[in-house]
C-alpha cells in the first residue's frame, strides 16, 4: 500500500521502520524542529531521524491547515494515512482526502484513556491489561471506529519504558495486520461505547508531586508510571527531593514488625541505606534519590551529603 506517515515521538519509530519494509512509505510527515538546550541547537524529531535515516521525504508544517501543505500531501496520491502520536488534530479536509482513511495507532484499549497519556495512566491506576487499538480517525479525540485491538499485559515490576517499549513492539504486529484487513476489504468498523470512555490527559510537573497520605501502592505506581518524566517528587525543608527506586516495606529485616502507630504520612522512620517513609496505609522505602541541581544516587550515599533526620516530615512546600 502507498501510505502518508504521521508521527514524531520515539514510540513510533520502530513503526515506521516496519511500515517501510512492507510497503511504501511516500512521505513522513512530523513536527517542526526545534531549539534544545542551552544554545539552542536544532533538535530534530525521533521520526524525523529515522525518516532520513530510511531515504524518505520529510514534511514538518507548523499548522496541517496550511493550504501548502494540503496540496503537497494531496499530490502524493497515498491510498491511506497512518498516524501515530503526531502531535496536531487533522481536520476533516485532511481525513477525507486519502481514499481508504486516515487510522491512527493509539497506545490503550479504547475506548478506554483517550487522550495524550494513555500508558502512564495505566499504570497510575495499577492496571494489569493494557493494550493498542487501530481505529479510523475522526473528528475529536480519539473517537473513531475501531478496526484492531490486540492485549497486553503489565507486570508488577513495569515501569513506563517497559510499557513504552512493549507497546510500541505490539503496535508493529497491529498495523500490519490492520492495513492487510483493510487493503483486503475485510476489516470491520466498531464504534466505541461511549459509556466506556475514560480519559488519560497530557501529564503536569505537579502530576509527580507525592501526597504521602495516599497508599504505598498508589505511591509506588505513581513513581513506575512517572518515571523519567516528570519523575515524582517531594520536599524535605523546603528543598525538592526526587525520588527514583523504591523497595516496598512491611517488615523490618530480623522479622519484626514495623511499628506505625502514630505516626504522621510523610514522616521518615528509617534513615541509612534506605529512606523510609510513612505512607496512609504502610511505609515505602526510597532507594534512589535526588537532590535540587544534584545527579541521582544511593539514599545511602545522598544522605552522607545531605543528612535527613528520622522523625523529619517530608512534604510541605518548596521555599
Not at 511500515?19 to 541547537?41: E, F, I, M, W, Y
Request: net charge negative; proline share 7%; hydrophobic share 40%.
Amino acid at each position: 500500500m502507498r501510505i502518508l506517515f504521521m508521527g514524531t515521538p520515539d514510540f513510533a519509530v520502530p513503526i515506521l521502520e516496519t511500515l517501510s519494509q512492507k510497503h511504501q512509505v511516500l512521505a513522513v510527515v512530523t513536527q517542526p524542529d526545534r531549539p534544545k538546550g542551552r544554545g539552542h541547537g536544532v533538535m530534530f524529531s525521533p521520526v524525523k531521524t529515522c525518516a532520513l535515516s530510511l531515504g524518505l521525504p520529510v514534511l514538518q508544517p507548523e499548522q496541517v491547515r496550511e493550504d501548502s501543505f494540503i496540496e503537497a500531501i494531496t499530490a502524493l496520491h497515498a491510498d491511506i494515512y497512518v498516524v501515530v502520536a503526531y502531535g496536531q488534530f487533522l481536520p476533516t479536509r485532511i481525513l477525507q482526502i486519502p481514499p481508504l482513511g486516515c487510522i491512527n495507532i493509539h497506545a490503550s484499549l479504547l475506548p478506554r484513556y483517550r487522550g495524550a497519556a494513555p500508558m502512564q495512566h495505566a499504570i497510575l491506576n495499577g492496571d494489569t491489561v493494557t493494550g493498542v487499538t487501530i481505529m479510523y480517525m475522526a473528528k475529536g479525540m480519539d473517537t473513531g471506529d475501531m478496526v484492531l485491538k490486540m492485549p497486553i499485559s503489565i507486570e508488577q515490576s513495569d515501569r513506563f519504558a517497559d510499557v513504552h517499549d512493549k507497546m510500541a513492539a505490539l503496535s508493529c504486529e497491529c498495523i500490519i495486520e490492520a492495513l492487510a484487513q483493510i487493503k483486503a476489504g475485510v476489516a470491520v468498523r466498531e464504534p466505541q461505547n461511549p459509556e466506556a470512555v475514560t480519559y488519560a490527559p497530557i501529564l503536569r510537573k505537579e502530576d509527580g508531586r507525592i501526597n504521602w497520605n495516599h497508599s504505598t501502592a498508589h505511591i509506588i505506581n505513581q513513581m513506575r508510571a512517572l518515571d523519567p518524566w516528570p519523575g515524582t517528587y517531594t520536599y524535605h525543608e523546603g528543598q525538592v527531593i526526587k525520588l527514583w527506586d523504591y523497595l516496598p516495606w512491611e517488615n523490618k529485616p530480623d522479622g519484626t514488625t514495623l511499628e506505625l502507630i502514630g505516626r504522621e504520612p510523610g514522616e521518615v522512620l528509617e534513615a541509612g541505606s534506605h529512606l523510609l517513609v510513612k505512607t496512609g496505609d504502610g511505609a515505602l522505602a526510597i532507594t534512589e534519590l535526588q537532590g535540587q541541581g544534584g545527579k541521582r544516587m544511593c539514599t545511602e550515599d545522598y544522605l552522607r551529603g545531605r543528612p535527613i533526620a528520622v522523625g523529619a516530615i517530608l512534604g510541605g512546600e518548596e521555599k
